[in-house]
């Protein structure tokens, strides 16, 4: 827990010319009485590009602290020109605003700046050297961007933990290794269970269709064969018994109507309906705080 809170910071003179000075009212919070004083400092971003051209502005100490709220005027110069490149002058910068305590950097609050010409006409077609007695800046207090840092006050405890806090009820725990990816292991086996399900559901239908489309079986086609022999055999024996009181004229005649019966039911065969396999169906895959 932080022993200073920042409660708000308000820029007073908004916009203003480049040249003029920036002034804030900042108002805190200390919980606990201090040892050492509090430094704050405004810095302003020269580029984008390079930490080199960056100016700090001003710092400020302040102390002793009391217990409660606290607030204060801060006011600090305007960047020196020379310092930043020609063309990083007009355009969006930021400033920061920060405070640290016996070295060590706490809070921090940033803002966007924009410079620019106070005409349209030489915002519309500016000058190649910059007049700077028309330049002004426009800092844009509704949003600043606010850090915290946690850092060691006068008291040890109030240090901040640099590793994780011991936990002794995290060795009681069993080891999870055993257990990691048992889930995935699950899911897999239930997964090709149901696909075996479906493949053998779809061989039964496959098999039902097939019986249900295919003609008799061997065994009755073999029977009615059977059937239609003996049923051969009794007529040529009945003609075999008629043709002994003819003459053997007659018998050679019966013995080639024999003949050709026997001929005739030699060419005859039960026919088989040729049987369908059904085909099986294919699986289914399936802390920051708005300054005011």
């Given amino acids: 827990m932080s022993v200073v ?35 704050w400092k405004l810095t302003y971003v020269g580029s984008a590009t390079s930490s080199e051209h960056d100016q700090e502005l001003d710092s400020l100490l302040v102390g002793p602290i009391p217990i409660g709220v606290n607030k204060f005027i801060f006011e600090a110069d305007a960047p020196d020109l020379k310092r930043i490149p020609a063309s990083e002058i007009l355009g969006v910068t930021v400033i920061l605003l920060t405070c640290s305590y016996d070295g060590r950097e ?128 009794e007529d040529l024996e009945a003609e075999s018994s008629g043709s002994e009181d003819d003459e053997g004229e007659d018998e050679e005649g019966e013995g080639d109507a024999d003949e050709d019966m026997e001929m005739a039911n030699g060419d005859e065969k039960p026919t088989d309906a040729a049987g369908q396999n059904g085909h099986p169906i294919g699986q289914q895959q399936h802390e920051e705080v708005m300054v005011h």
Wanted: hydrophobic content about 35%; some cysteine.
């Fill in 5 to 39: 809170s920042l409660l708000g910071v308000k820029v007073l003179n908004n916009p203003a010319k480049f040249s003029d000075a920036y002034e804030f009212e900042i108002t805190f919070e200390c919980l606990e009485q201090l040892q050492k004083d509090l430094e």
């Fill in 106 to 233: 706490f809070v921090r609050v940033g803002y966007y700046v924009n410079n620019e010409y106070d005409s349209e006409e030489l915002n519309a077609e500016p000058p190649a050297k910059p007049i700077m007695e028309r330049v002004r800046r426009n800092v844009l207090a509704e949003k600043p961007r606010v850090t915290r840092f946690a850092i060691k006050w006068d008291s040890e405890d109030s240090a901040p933990a640099e590793y994780p806090p011991d936990q002794p009820e995290a060795d009681i725990v069993e080891d999870d290794g055993a257990a990691y990816g048992a889930e995935e292991r699950e899911l897999e086996d239930a997964l090709i269970k149901e696909e075996a399900a479906l493949q053998a559901q779809d061989e039964d239908h496959a098999m039902e269709g097939a019986e249900d489309t295919a003609g008799p079986s061997h065994g009755e086609a073999a029977k009615a064969e059977d059937e239609e022999s003996d049923a051969g055999s």
